[in-house]
C-alpha cells in the first residue's frame, strides 16, 4: 500500500558537490588582523555539531569539515597558532565497534539509495563495516571537544569518558568521548581548559530539547522540577528524551562559561536553534495522503460507525465535548488527505468503547482510542518517510497513517512543540545574559537557521536553503549539516568575532564546500 504515500522527489532540483572558486582569495598575508582576541590556542566544545557529525554518524571527511576546523584555518592566516587537532575516526564508513562488535546504536552513515522503483531515500552505507574501536584510547589533548550526542550537563559528567560507563545499564559515559578522554574520570570541560586555550568556543544546549523532539515528545518535559540541589545528582535521574529545566540548564552553563572565560582571552557562545526549522521536521507533508474519489469513499464507509456513533454517543454521556468530538472526527477526501494519529494529549476512549453499548473488540478500540488526523500545526519526523502508507502485516486494510494512525514516535503535535520552543527560549536567554555579563561573543545560530529555512543565505554562486537534500545545508540526517552547512555556521562566527574582538579574520567561500552527492562510494 505505499502508493498511498506521497513520495517526495529530492532529486528534482539536481545536486552540485562543490562550485567553483572565486576571485579575491582570502589567503594572502598580512592583510588581516586577530584584533584583541588571541587564537594561538583555540579549543571548540559542544556536541556532534561541533564534532562534524552528518549523515547521522561521525566520519573522517565530516569531521575534517566541521566548522571548528574551518574557523582555525581562518584563525591561522591572521595569527600563528598551535596545530587544531581533531579526535579522527578511522573511516568514511561511520559506526563505532567495541571489542570488535558493532556498537549499538552507532550505526554507518546515510547514503542515498534507491527503491525497485527508483524512488530515492537516505540508507545506511553498506559498503564496508565500522572499523573504529571505541576501546582504542587515543593520546594526547584534542582542540576540537565536539562529542556527539552530549548535553549541556554532559561535559561536567565525571567519568563521560570511562569505558566501563558504556555497560551500565543505563550507561554512563559517551563512546565518542572514551575514545580521546585524558582519564577515565575527567569530564570534557576540565580536559578542554587542561589545554590552557586562548580562546573558545561553546555550542551546547542543542540535545537538551532534540532528543524530546526527534522521539515525537515520548519524553518528559522537566521544566520547573530543579531545586537547585547538586545538579550532576539531578540530572542522573533524567531519561534520555527529556527536555532540561531551564533553571539546571543555566546553572551548569553558567559554571562553564565562567570557567572558560576566566581561563581565556575571549570566546563566542552560539545559541540554540529551533527544532522546527531543520529538515527533519519539515520534509514530510501533513496531508500526505493521496486518495482518489473511490478509496477515500471506502475509508470514510470504515470510520462511519465511529464518526456517526461512537463520538456522538460519548458526547452525550459528558465524556467528550462538542469540540473535542469536532477535532476527532475522520473524514477523507479526493487528492491530498492529512494522515491519522495518535494524540497522547486527547482522553483515551478505548476503555469505555469496549463496553456497553458500543462493543468493540480490544484491537480496535485501541486504534480508535486518542485518533485524530493531523492539522497544519503538527510536524512529521523524517523517518516516517519510510513508514506512511505502509501495510500491518499482510493485511490491506490496516495502512499506517491511514487507517491505523501513527504512533507518538512518528508526530510532534503543536502541544509538544511549545514545550520545546519554551525551554529553547529560556536557554537563550541564559546563553546571551551570559555572552554579555562575560564581554563574550554570541552567535545567533538560531536566526541563522531560521533564515535558511525561509528565504535562505546566499552567497557568490547561489542561495543555499533549508530544503531536504536539494537545498545544500542539511546532510541526509536532516539534521546536522553539510561541509557547506558548517561553512555557513564558520561565516556567522567569524561576523561575530570580529565585531566583538575588532579583529579582522577572513570569511570562507561557502561555495567551496560540498553538500549531499548522490555517490555511494564514500572511501
Not at 536539494?470 to 553539510?482: M, N, R, V
Request: net charge negative; proline share 5%.
Amino acid at each position: 500500500m505505499k502508493n498511498y504515500f506521497k513520495y517526495i522527489a529530492v532529486l528534482a532540483l539536481g545536486i552540485v558537490s562543490c562550485e567553483p572558486e572565486f576571485e579575491n582569495s582570502i589567503e594572502e598575508e598580512g592583510f588581516y588582523s586577530n584584533g584583541e582576541a588571541d587564537f594561538s590556542n583555540y579549543v571548540a566544545l559542544g556536541n556532534s555539531l561541533t564534532a562534524g557529525y552528518a549523515d547521522g554518524s561521525l566520519y573522517r571527511t565530516g569531521q575534517q569539515n566541521s566548522y571548528p576546523n574551518i574557523l582555525a584555518k581562518q584563525f591561522s592566516l591572521v595569527q600563528d597558532n598551535q596545530e587544531f587537532t581533531q579526535p579522527l575516526v578511522n573511516d568514511n564508513a561511520g559506526g563505532l565497534v567495541l571489542g570488535g562488535q558493532t556498537v549499538p546504536g552507532f550505526d554507518t552513515r546515510l547514503v542515498l539509495a534507491f527503491d525497485a522503483e527508483g524512488n530515492p531515500s537516505p540508507q545506511r552505507y553498506r559498503g564496508s563495516q565500522p572499523t573504529t574501536e571505541v576501546g582504542a584510547k587515543l593520546e594526547g589533548s584534542y582542540s576540537n571537544m565536539g562529542v556527539p550526542g552530549a548535553k549541556s550537563y554532559h561535559l561536567a559528567f565525571p567519568h563521560y569518558g570511562d569505558l566501563s560507563g558504556l555497560t551500565t545499564q543505563p550507561a554512563t559515559a559517551n563512546p565518542y568521548f572514551v575514545r580521546f578522554a585524558s582519564s577515565p574520570g575527567t569530564t570534557v570541560v576540565q580536559d578542554a581548559l587542561a589545554q590552557e586555550p586562548t580562546f573558545f568556543s561553546l555550542w551546547i544546549g542543542n540535545n537538551d530539547v532534540l532528543g524530546f523532539a526527534t522521539s515525537g515528545g515520548t519524553g518528559v518535559d522537566q521544566t520547573g522540577t530543579f531545586t537547585g540541589a547538586n545538579p550532576m545528582e539531578y540530572f542522573s535521574t533524567y531519561g534520555q528524551n527529556d527536555i532540561t529545566d531551564p533553571n539546571a540548564f543555566a546553572a551548569v552553563y553558567g559554571q562553564m562559561v565562567q570557567a572558560l572565560a576566566a581561563s581565556t582571552s575571549g570566546g563566542v557562545l552560539i545559541n540554540i536553534p529551533d527544532v522546527a526549522s531543520v529538515p527533519y521536521f519539515t520534509t514530510v507533508p501533513v496531508d500526505a495522503i493521496p486518495l482518489d474519489a473511490q478509496t477515500a469513499a471506502a475509508l470514510n464507509a470504515q470510520f462511519a460507525a465511529y464518526n456517526d456513533q461512537i463520538l456522538p454517543g460519548l458526547m452525550q454521556i459528558g465524556l467528550l465535548t462538542a469540540e473535542e468530538v469536532q477535532a476527532r472526527r475522520i473524514n477523507f477526501t479526493e487528492g491530498d488527505n492529512f494522515v491519522t494519529l495518535a494524540d497522547e494529549s486527547l482522553t483515551d476512549i478505548s476503555q469505555i468503547i469496549q463496553g456497553a453499548p458500543f462493543n468493540l473488540d480490544p484491537q480496535t478500540a485501541g486504534l480508535l482510542g486518542q485518533l485524530r488526523q493531523a492539522t497544519v500545526g503538527d510536524l512529521i519526523p523524517l523517518p516516517a518517510l519510510g513508514f506512511l502508507g505502509t501495510t500491518v502485516g499482510d493485511d490491506p486494510m490496516m495502512v499506517n497513517g491511514v487507517s491505523v494512525p501513527l504512533g507518538d514516535q512518528y508526530v510532534l503535535t503543536t502541544s509538544e512543540q511549545e514545550m520545546i520552543a519554551a525551554a529553547t527560549a529560556s536557554y537563550n536567554q541564559t546563553i546571551a545574559a551570559l555572552a554579555q555579563t562575560n564581554g563574550l561573543g554570541l552567535v545567533d545560530a538560531n536566526a541563522m537557521l531560521t533564515r535558511l529555512a525561509n528565504e535562505g543565505i546566499a552567497f557568490d554562486a547561489g542561495t543555499v536553503t533549508s530544503e531536504f537534500v536539494t537545498g545544500g545545508a542539511f546532510s541526509l540526517d536532516g539534521i546536522h549539516l553539510t561541509p557547506r552547512g558548517y561553512a555557513i555556521i564558520a561565516n556567522g562566527i567569524i561576523d561575530e568575532v570580529n565585531e566583538t574582538y575588532n579583529s579582522e579574520v577572513p570569511k570562507v567561500n561557502v561555495g567551496g564546500y560540498n553538500t549531499v552527492t548522490l555517490s555511494n562510494d564514500v572511501q
